[in-house]
């Protein structure tokens, strides 16, 4: 290494020494954590892979083929179509690109009507500006999950007028953590022939490895292809999978949906593209497929069990210092009842801790990520309280 490579390092390590590091503990309110540390090896071997051009990298574009049907396996689907992309924002959008287009075909002057709960990530405002999509939003019941009834009304009283063309369901809510009842919600869509989406950006890494101790009783964790007219899901590996950012993906229920999205693409090696990026990085397909070969099945039920029990320990802090929860924790998110969180927030920024608030209800939002232990829980509790006396 010469002596200006040397500078640049050093210029570049004073900017990084800036970032806040995961392993802290003072990240509360990210859904992202630190990456599985065999990830930095396979980063630096899939530098240059572009997915974008896959006729060029074969070995990786076979590698995601691999990757999609092991995601396929945990969320119950034998015959799975998708692609590992940048996160569960392009994710969510290229679901409703599908939609948009299935609607189109049938009616190419139609609205394109889709029920989406208030508990929906922002993802799906962009995709509204993008592609003029028309949103009914049912009310939210006591459990902070879509409003079953109202939904089922909505679209008998209103599919001739109007037609629903997609119904978007929630697997572990970005605020709460909460699950819509997609059982119920799979019923009433066969019924009216109604094409589902499920994002479970956060959820599908949680919810197939959350062992029954931690499943609140009565509550309905079903969510994935099992379900009637469940056509697509969402579910991040950047996220509870422990692979390093970018990596997110979008499943379909089989190959058949791979037309609504494809656009000719006649200077690469394959004529046709999908993903909305098209320069894409084979990083997040290789860390996927590393990560869930190395830990399966049991490595994530320790995670997810980790995650759990340190939630259930942060409610019993709180609850010494006098804090409320808004809800039982559904998965490893807890959130404080607050009557000004966004202060309170701004507080606990000022002592180092970075938590988010909710927009649904008035509260602090803490995601306990494998990079939480207990000694960060007792350290941010003593600063919650700090910020209630002053």
């Known amino acids: 290494m010469d002596i200006k490579e040397k500078e640049i390092l050093r210029e570049l390590k004073k900017y990084r020494e800036r970032?806040?590091?995961?392993?802290?503990?003072?990240?509360?309110?990210?859904?992202?954590?630190?990456?599985?540390?065999?990830?930095?090896?396979?980063?630096?071997?899939?530098?240059e892979s572009n997915l974008g051009d896959p006729g060029?990298?074969?070995?990786?574009?076979?590698?995601?083929?691999?990757?999609?049907?092991?995601?396929?396996?945990i969320l119950n689907n034998k015959n799975p179509f998708g692609y590992i992309i940048s996160g569960g924002t392009e994710a969510n959008i290229t679901a409703m690109r599908v939609i948009k287009k299935i609607s189109r075909k049938k009616d190419k002057d139609k609205k394109v009507n889709i029920i989406l709960p208030k508990t929906a990530h922002f993802s799906f405002e962009k995709a509204r500006d993008?592609?003029?999509?028309?949103?009914?939003?049912?009310?939210?019941?006591?459990?902070?999950?879509?409003?079953?009834?109202?939904?089922?009304?909505?679209i008998e009283d209103k599919r001739e007028k109007h037609g629903i063309d997609g119904i978007v369901?929630?697997?572990?809510?970005?605020?709460?953590?909460?699950?819509?009842?997609?059982?119920?919600?799979?019923?009433?869509?066969?019924?009216?022939?109604?094409?589902?989406?499920?994002?479970a950006a956060f959820g599908g890494f949680v919810i197939p490895f959350l062992e029954e101790r931690y499943r609140l009783e009565n509550y309905n964790y079903e969510f994935d292809f099992s379900l009637d007219n469940v056509f697509s899901i969402t579910i991040d590996?950047?996220?509870?999978?422990?692979?390093?950012?970018?990596?997110?993906?979008?499943?379909?229920?089989?190959?058949?949906?791979?037309?609504?999205?494809?656009?000719?693409?006649?200077?690469?090696?394959?004529?046709?593209?999908?993903?909305?990026?098209?320069?894409?990085t084979g990083i997040g397909v290789a860390t996927t497929w590393a990560l869930m070969k190395l830990l399966g099945s049991e490595g994530y039920r320790e995670i997810v069990s980790?995650?759990?029990?340190?939630?259930?320990?942060?409610?019993?802090?709180?609850?010494?210092?006098?804090?409320?929860?808004?809800i039982t924790p559904v998965l490893n998110i807890v959130t404080i009842k607050d009557e000004d969180p966004l202060r309170t927030s701004l507080m606990l920024r000022d002592m180092g801790w970075y938590v988010s608030i909710c927009?649904?209800?008035?509260?602090?939002?803490?995601?306990?990520?494998?990079?939480?232990?207990?000694?960060h829980i007792d350290n941010f509790i003593e600063a919650l309280s700090q910020c209630k006396r002053d």
């Open 19 to 47: 970032d806040l590091k995961y392993e802290d503990g003072k990240i509360l309110g990210s859904m992202c954590s630190k990456p599985h540390p065999l990830s930095k090896k396979i980063v630096e071997m899939f530098l």
């Open 56 to 73: 060029l990298f074969p070995g990786t574009k076979e590698l995601e083929g691999k990757v999609i049907k092991m995601m396929g396996n």
């Open 130 to 154: 993008m592609m003029d999509l028309n949103y009914i939003s049912p009310p939210l019941n006591k459990n902070y999950i879509m409003d079953v009834k109202y939904l089922k009304d909505y």
């Open 169 to 199: 369901a929630i697997a572990g809510c970005t605020e709460l953590g909460t699950i819509d009842n997609i059982l119920k919600i799979s019923k009433i869509a066969k019924e009216h022939k109604i094409y589902i989406h499920v994002d």
């Open 237 to 280: 590996p950047h996220k509870m999978g422990l692979a390093p950012i970018p990596a997110g993906s979008i499943v379909f229920k089989d190959h058949s949906f791979k037309k609504y999205l494809d656009v000719e693409a006649p200077y690469l090696t394959d004529t046709y593209q999908a993903t909305l990026i098209g320069t894409r």
């Open 306 to 326: 980790k995650c759990m029990e340190n939630s259930y320990y942060l409610i019993r802090r709180m609850n010494e210092y006098d804090f409320e929860e808004v």
């Open 359 to 375: 927009r649904c209800v008035d509260a602090l939002r803490i995601i306990v990520m494998p990079h939480i232990n207990k000694d």
